[in-house]
């Protein structure tokens, strides 16, 4: 793969994985080159490969772009899960709210990530680290509980501990 990987210009191949084995596996590698032009303060080429399955008939520069569009919808999707809420209900119309106020509140993080937070900066904003979608979802948890003064109510059993579990409550 290194050997492949060393180019200065894209092009398709075919690469093979366990050669000379019974498990000898084929499968078509576009080898993608790109360049950065100051891009986040990095200079020069990057040379990426990508499995090209079913997609033989497409140029390298289209395959990464497709794998780079994949890749945004899958991390639009791990973001939504941790603002997700979870339920039992099985009504689809509740569950299909909670879908779209998590989408909602990605949306919200993003523009206001963008717009309100990033420093503005030549050759592009300064996204911070620090504030992750994380964070701003702990931070509307934890503005939700004070503003909605949520309690916690248990039923009791009413019977208590044990005379057995005495020693062991101190």
């Known amino acids: 793969m290194k050997d492949k990987l060393a180019t200065h210009c894209s092009y398709m191949t075919t690469y093979r994985m366990y050669k000379g084995s019974e498990r000898e596996l084929r499968f078509p590698l576009a080898v993608s080159v790109s360049y950065q032009n100051g891009d986040r303060g990095k200079h020069g080429e990057v040379v990426r490969g990508y499995v090209a399955c079913d997609l033989g008939d497409r140029t390298p520069t289209q395959v990464e772009r497709r794998y780079r569009k994949r890749s ?69 948890r934890h503005e939700l509980e004070a503003e909605l003064e949520r309690r916690w109510e248990i039923e009791m059993n009413g019977v208590g501990v044990p005379d057995t579990y005495g020693p062991a409550a101190g």
Not at 78 to 106: C, G, N, Y
Not at 119 to 134: A, C, S, V
């Open 72 to 140: 945004a919808i899958e991390t639009s999707y791990r973001l939504f899960r941790q603002a997700r809420a979870t339920t039992t209900t099985q009504d689809p119309i509740v569950r299909f709210a909670f879908v779209i106020v998590s989408f909602l509140l990605e949306n919200l993080w993003l523009v206001l990530r963008w717009a309100v937070v990033a420093r503005p900066r030549r050759g592009g904003r300064d996204l911070p680290e620090q504030f992750t979608f994380q964070t701003f979802c702990d931070w509307i």
